[in-house]
């Protein structure tokens, strides 16, 4: 199953309907992302918006943030998913290493993620892919 991963450059149709089908696949409680805002995350400056094609279809999608801080230029990928229908097959991989080759085309020396232990088949990709668990506390402030 060759997967191709590109960059999304516009809001289509397509891309706004994948959206709305993969990210009920990750976060139950998100509410649905409007073209605006899907907008503002492809256009933005801080933020690449991958999806992955397998024959043609969007079966997966992760938002890429870089952004310059007194210490560097941080990189940290979130809102990764792949479609239930498409895991397995090493789309997850493809978009990881996309986003991973553009954080360092854009000076990033390191890149962040999180992933709840509960995903363990995530996290023994993230382990293939040589992310490592780092030793630090996660906060969270609002709800």
Known sequence: MPVEVEIARSVTPELLDAV???IPQLSKSAPPVTSDEL??????PATIFFVARVDGAIAGC???AVFRLPTGVRAWIEDVVVDE???GHGVGAALNE??????AERGA???DLTSRPSREAANRL???LGFVPRETNVYRYGG
């Open 98 to 103: 996309a986003a991973i080759a553009s954080a």
């Open 39 to 44: 907008a503002e995350i492809v256009v933005g």
């Open 109 to 111: 020396r390191t890149v």
């Open 62 to 64: 992760l938002t890429l």
């Open 20 to 22: 709305h089908r993969l």
């Open 126 to 128: 993230y382990q293939r």
């Open 85 to 87: 229908a498409a895991r």
